[in-house]
């Protein structure tokens, strides 16, 4: 190589100076690299542990739902914390998925191993036709455009009666099945929810360490950049909200087949804004944040049973509690903590 | 079309009636390095942003290597091999300075995103050899001790460095660079302009703008003089330093060539 100045200056200068700014961020960013595949697999292989140590098989369909949860939450902060896009249509995704396979396997008598895939699918055909015009703006085009969506595919499972249900539910569902082996008990459940949520977190990992998880990050980070080096950040942007809706369509279906019902407020707006929150307050943009999330969108509800509105409240000011004190969500915290520590010993 | 590798015909940026580039026309040697200079004001930056292809020439034509590109948006210059730096940096400042050089790679990559979310053999072979080009050009600007760092933690001339790797790391045949010496104290302007000699010695063609007047005549080959938006100037330093149209353009600002 032709370059080799015997001391650069460059060099002399050291970063320190820029620690000392304080720790403003943009709600979503991604800062730190993905962890080992090794670590997901220690995690989950924990998470093992859950049905044999649960006192009742009520715990046990808790934990079903987080896993559900988990792969809601970790679709959207791909697409969130990771793309820099809010949707505030996602538990639409969702709820198309479970209406799709729901539909798929009452109406027409599909299996449900056949019908996940094609809720999957369809559920990202529907942000294709959604994201196209909506991504083509900057801004929060996507946010107006999947609210509206969210709000249209409400409305379409409470009046399409005779194909959904309407306002009583999709009735009737088939639980997946291995032969005659049904699984139709929570514990039975279980491993199939562990294995598809592990599946995603890998997808998920595997494409953030991947180049285009890296145009993914860079256009979330900075636009002008990406373009200068030949990142398409529309066709970007719109692979990972088809990608996220996609995954959502999964945990539709899985949700539909395990409970072998849908009505139409589990994919209401609220809920897509308080995944959203969930998001947040895991933290947006790190690896992590969607366990926690999960963890606490599944569990909260169930301990404010009797609170009904009170929930949509309690939820608004943890968030607001946990932006304040670490802006980058409750996975950010340690390295928020680290921060704050250190800056006090340094001054 | 003759073998030059940029060329510039009629070009023209009118904003709001004001002629910020009138009725250019000028060519890119492969290998060469040319600047582009002039006095505040004179379409150096607007002439630069309709190369990059962040402004539309009200009229007018730019080629590179045979293709017209005055309509391409940027990201299809950049994957026909035109890279460039930006005056107001705009690196990844959220990822690592080893992520920033990749991510300067990215057109050279084939993984889709099935290969990429089940983590194949072949990208996993493109991921080493990716990640192996970038430690090599980190290695080469000496920023190779940083690589895991968080690329906003850079100092600001450990930052514009970053960004001419990032943009090399795209193997391009043209490098825009707009005002590499900007905000730099004079012992780092001088890293940079032997970076970018060296760079050019390896076959690296340049098109600078550029306000550091000590740079611009030691390293370019050609310069071209703006006043207005119009040519006023073209040749090599020394014709380019006694030219009186040019001394009257910087006089008139009070400024030295």
Known sequence: ?347 | MTDCLLRVEALNCNFDGVRAVADLNFDVQPGEIKAVIGPNGAGKSTLFNMIAGVTRPTSGRIWFDGVRIDTLPTFRRARLGIARTFQNLQIFREMTVLENVMTGRHIHGEAGLFGALLNGPALRGEERGMTEAALALLARFELDGFAHMRAGDLSFGQMKVLELARALAGEPRLLLLDEPAAGLPQTEAEHVGEIISALNRDGVTVLLVEHNMRMVMSLSHDILVLNNGMRIAEGDADSVRRHPDVLAAYLGEGQHA
């Not at chain 1, 809010?86 to 995704?93: E, K, P, Q, T």
């Not at chain 1, 999957?120 to 999947?146: D, F, I, Q, W």
């Open chain 1, 1 to 347: 190589m032709a370059l080799a100045p015997a001391k650069s200056p460059l060099l002399t200068s050291v970063a320190a100076e820029t620690r000392s700014r304080p720790a403003v961020r943009r709600l979503a960013v991604a800062a730190t690299r993905p962890p080992s595949r090794w670590r997901l697999l220690l995690v989950w292989l924990a998470l093992l542990i859950v049905p044999f140590v649960a006192p009742n098989a009520y715990i046990v369909s808790l934990a079903n739902m987080m896993l559900i949860n988990i792969i809601l939450i970790a679709s959207l902060n791909l697409l969130m914390g990771y793309g820099g896009q809010i949707s505030l249509g996602h538990a639409g995704f969702y709820g198309l998925g479970a209406y799709v396979s729901g539909v798929l396997n009452v109406k027409f008598g599909l299996n449900p191993w056949a019908a996940l895939p094609a809720a999957g699918l369809l559920a990202g055909l529907a942000a294709l036709v959604v994201g196209v015009p909506a991504l083509r703006l900057r801004g929060l085009y996507l946010s107006m455009a999947t609210l509206g969506w969210n709000a249209i595919l409400v409305v379409m499972f409470n009046r399409l009666i005779d194909v959904t249900g309407g306002p009583n539910g999709l009735l009737g569902v088939k639980p997946f099945a291995l032969g005659a082996f049904k699984l139709d008990t929570d514990i039975r459940q279980f491993p199939l929810l562990w294995l598809v949520s592990l599946l995603v977190m890998l997808a998920i990992l595997n494409l953030l360490s991947s180049r285009i998880g890296r145009a993914l990050r860079a256009v979330a980070t900075n636009e002008l950049g990406a373009d200068a080096v030949g990142i398409d950040s529309f066709r970007t942007k719109l692979l990972v909200f088809v990608l996220s809706a996609g995954m959502a369509g999964i945990a539709g279906s899985l949700y539909v087949h395990v409970n072998q019902y849908a009505s139409p407020e589990t994919f209401s707006v609220s809920n897509s804004i308080l995944l959203v929150v969930m998001v947040a307050i895991g933290g947006s943009g790190l690896y992590w944040g969607p366990l926690l999330g999960g963890f606490i969108y599944t569990a909260v509800p169930q301990l404010l049973l009797d609170y009904e509105d009170f929930e949509l409240m309690l939820f608004g000011l943890v968030m607001i509690v946990v932006l304040i004190v670490s802006p980058t969500g409750l996975a950010g915290l340690p390295a928020a903590l680290r921060r704050r520590l250190g800056g006090a010993r340094s001054s």
